[in-house]
């Protein structure tokens, strides 16, 4: 049994709190709310409840003391701070990611990682994370040489169609809208290339779900558009989400909804995106009833003939959980499990490095297993 602290007690902090709990570990739950971080380690068995913020420094520090690992379920801003804290404390660090620029700023940590004999590992929650570790395997099955192409598509819906935007909020507004503002990096020709975000819309069909749209959106292509640049041609990673949503949320962008910059109107300074994140916060609905799609696959030519590979995955609430807590939460802990526990599994030794790099996709899908999260290959049409 190894002592874990996780920081975060929202939706996804008390998932990787439970699991980590039903895993034997000692976990040490901590929030801003006490009252919330004493009430959700109740809830799963977390042996303390801390009220730590994440920008203090000295708490954090108190927190981390004698934790094998730390699991920081907080907001992506927080990142480089708790790495570093991790760092300095000797405990391996793990986040879920998704804003490219605090994770350059992590794995630019590397040598000192190395140096304190940790691990660091940003990007590791269902996308970017568990979804670019099956992209890692499709490419693997493909074996040596050019691959054509590596796409990604993955979905955190309501199992039914919310409202005009066909969605309900099931993480934080703040995430949701990083994504959709930021750039977002792919492979074209074989070069590293950045593409508007919520633009190249394409029509996907899933059986069971009717016809879903699929669009650009930031962080989910991690780190491969440089691990692969020269050897695949194209890669991308697009959102599923309801018929027309997409087009919505780009018509927000295009408005100035998304920026950050205050602007004087009438008597009050406001920023819009501040304006647009409270109203999803207050407006969308909620519910426990949601869905998880995830595909990935990949395409090349050998000795003339196509060939493919790719994995599928279907995730629903489960009583206690959300999809999307799920498949957030549990690739992040089984990986915080084997780091832990000194298993087989973790790649490439102490340094910085995303998920993709980080895990041996067998092991990690066979960690998944026992949870109900069960991958299944996918073939897609060779061309």
């Not at 990787?16 to 809830?43: C, S």
């Not at 981390?64 to 391996?92: N, W």
């Not at 508007?196 to 650009?216: D, H, K, N």
Request: hydrophobic share 45%.
């Amino acid at each position: 049994m190894s002592r874990i602290a996780v920081l975060g007690a929202g939706i996804v902090g008390r998932a990787a709190a439970w699991d980590l709990v039903r895993r034997d570990h000692e976990v040490v739950l901590a929030d801003a709310d006490g009252a919330a971080a004493v009430r959700v380690a109740g809830e799963v068995g977390a042996v303390a409840a801390d009220p730590v913020d994440a920008a203090d420094p000295e708490a954090v520090a108190a927190l981390i003391a004698g934790a094998a690992v730390l699991v920081s379920a907080v907001p992506y801003r927080f990142g480089l701070g708790l790495a570093e804290a991790a760092i300095d404390a000797g405990s391996h660090y793990l986040d879920f990611g998704g804003n490219p620029s605090v994770v350059a700023a992590q794995l630019a940590l590397d040598d000192r990682a190395r140096r304190a004999g940790v691990t660091v590992v940003p990007d590791c929650g269902l996308a970017p994370g568990l979804a670019n570790l099956l992209a890692v395997a499709d490419v693997a099955a493909l074996g040596d040489g050019p691959v054509d192409r590596v796409a990604m598509r993955v979905g955190a819906l309501p199992a039914a169609p919310a409202g005009v935007l066909g969605y309900q909020l099931t993480f934080s507004p703040e995430g949701l809208i990083n994504e959709y503002a930021e750039f977002c990096e792919v492979l074209r020709d074989g070069k590293v290339t950045a593409v508007e975000p919520l633009t190249e819309f394409e029509i996907v069909e899933w059986p069971g779900r009717g016809p879903l749209e699929a669009f650009q959106t930031a962080g989910g292509t991690s780190t491969l558009p440089h691990r692969w640049a020269g050897r695949v041609s194209e890669l991308d990673y697009k959102t599923l989400r309801y018929p027309g949503h997409g087009r919505i949320f780009r018509a927000l962008l295009d408005l100035g909804l998304f920026d950050e910059e205050p602007t004087r109107i009438g008597g009050a300074t406001v920023a819009p995106r501040a304006v647009l994140v409270e109203a999803l916060r207050n407006r969308l609905p909620r519910s426990d009833d949601d869905l998880v799609l995830v595909r990935t696959w990949a395409t090349a030519r050998r000795d003339g003939v196509p060939v493919s590979a790719g994995h599928q995955l279907v995730d629903r609430h489960d009583g206690r959980f959300s999809a999307l807590a799920r498949t957030t939460a549990f690739p992040a802990t089984a990986l915080a499990h084997l780091l832990a526990t000194g298993a087989e599994g973790v790649l490439g030794g102490p340094g910085a490095r995303t998920m993709d790099a980080a895990a041996d996709p067998e092991v990690l899908v066979a960690e998944l297993r026992p949870l109900g999260i069960d991958v299944e290959p996918y073939l897609p049409p060779t061309r």
